[in-house]
């Protein structure tokens, strides 16, 4: 029954994503940079961003998530950012896309960025940067140990390099004591004079101009729900928080748009006191006029701490997984997810008959970093044993 009830799903899905193409990033748009025109509740926002440049498949489906034990009533429905592509899938994606014609709009030959040793945000800039013929220096943080070795191909790392990015690595000790955005000006400074004209994207992509793709995304989830039939509204919004620009802007499209959804955030690294306060300065850079505490609930889920898994949470990914179909991966949405199912099990009323959408941020790479953690869960694996009376055949046979 249960295969059966996921058809019905993917059919219903595929009938509406259909339905919702008047309002898709034609393929032929792709990598086309256009005038950007604001959704109106947002029109009043400053500095309205002049161009973007189509870089996500969108929209990204939406579809019901049937989580086993939510409590009474209660529907879960996930939006899959991690579809907006394949080497440059996840929530980066949406920021990017004015990010990106900015940097054009600058007339820049370089981009730089900064993140961790398998940061999402580096890859999908890495690759964008590519596409538009832009050189592009990654800035990654990794251990003291590992530093200054090569910091090897797994995951993030082997998109980043294959398509030609120049890394830079940096202990965590100097990123903490040094500060994201004089490690950037520093090597903005040296590649100025070489004579190369770089633009500076920081940690995530969040900045104020970012923050618009997440606002755009607002606007995309109300097209979607006003294709369907079914009369479906959203009471909250669940998202990962890494970064603060992704909350930002469904957190402020949610309440200046018709969503109303209240949106959780769940922080993966930083306490939610200090990603009010960063979410408070990209509102303020937008001159958005609200406060960040109204507009956004912040929980913290970073447990042992950003990209650290304990065996529960990772055991938590892999039953999801096998009883979804549904991958997430685990420093971004595996955590918001745990985070989401430990709230709900504390407080079940709370979350009762509600109708929820949760964004899957996508970086399904970061797994390939984990495998050592969660060998041990993969047991289902045998030797096939083929009896005797098996007929053969002499000699050696095709291969299909």
């Known amino acids: ?60 489906p939406i579809h019901r998530w049937n989580l086993p034990n939510l409590p009474n009533g209660t529907e879960l ?3 899959r950012d991690d579809f907006t592509g394949m080497e440059l899938s996840g929530n980066k994606v949406r920021k990017l896309e004015f990010l990106m014609a900015d940097a054009v709009e600058q007339q820049a030959d370089t981009v730089i960025t900064i993140g961790g040793i398998q940061s999402n945000h580096c890859r999908a800039t890495t690759v964008a940067s590519n596409y538009l013929n832009l050189h592009t220096h990654l800035i990654l943080r990794t251990s003291k140990l590992l530093a200054d070795g090569d910091p090897g191909l797994v995951g993030n790392l082997l998109v980043e390099r294959l398509v030609g990015a120049n890394v830079h690595l940096i202990s965590k000790e100097e990123y903490s004591s040094i500060g994201s955005e004089a490690l950037t000006s520093a090597l903005k400074e040296k ?64 309440w200046l748009g018709t969503l109303k959804a209240k949106v959780h955030a769940f922080s993966v690294c930083d306490d939610p006191d200090y990603f009010y306060d960063f979410v408070q300065g990209l509102l303020d850079g937008l001159e958005a006029g609200v406060n960040a505490r109204d507009i956004v609930s912040i929980h913290n889920a970073k447990g042992k701490g950003y990209a650290m898994n304990t065996s529960e949470e990772l055991k938590f990914l892999k039953d999801l997984a096998s009883a979804t179909s549904v991958i997430l991966d685990p420093v971004y949405s ?15 009323k ?33 030797r096939m044993d083929v009896q005797e009376s098996v007929p053969r055949k002499e000699g050696v046979g095709k291969m299909f």
């Open 334 to 348: 595996g955590k918001a997810a745990y985070g989401l199912i430990n709230e709900m099990t504390k407080d079940p």
């Open 191 to 254: 590649l100025e004079k070489q004579g190369k004209k770089p633009y500076v994207i920081p940690v995530g992509g969040s900045n104020s101009l970012g923050t618009w793709g997440y606002i755009e995304a607002a606007r995309e989830i109300e097209e979607q729900l006003k294709c369907r039939t079914d009369g479906l509204k959203f009471d909250d919004i669940v998202v990962a928080c890494g970064s603060g620009g992704t909350i930002a802007g469904i957190s402020l499209g949610s």
């Open 1 to 60: 029954m249960r295969r059966l009830s996921r058809v019905a799903a993917f059919l219903e899905l595929s009938i509406r994503t259909r339905r919702m193409s008047a309002t898709a990033t034609p393929m032929a748009d792709f990598l086309t940079k256009s005038p950007y025109t604001p959704p109106p509740w947002a029109s009043h926002l400053r500095p309205l961003p002049s161009h973007t440049f189509s870089l996500a498949h969108r929209p990204t």
């Open 77 to 79: 429905w996930i939006k």
């Open 350 to 382: 709370n979350w009762e008959g509600k109708k929820i959408l949760f964004i899957h941020t996508g970086g399904l790479l970061g797994l390939y970093d984990k495998v050592d953690q969660m060998a041990s869960l993969m047991g289902n694996w045998s």
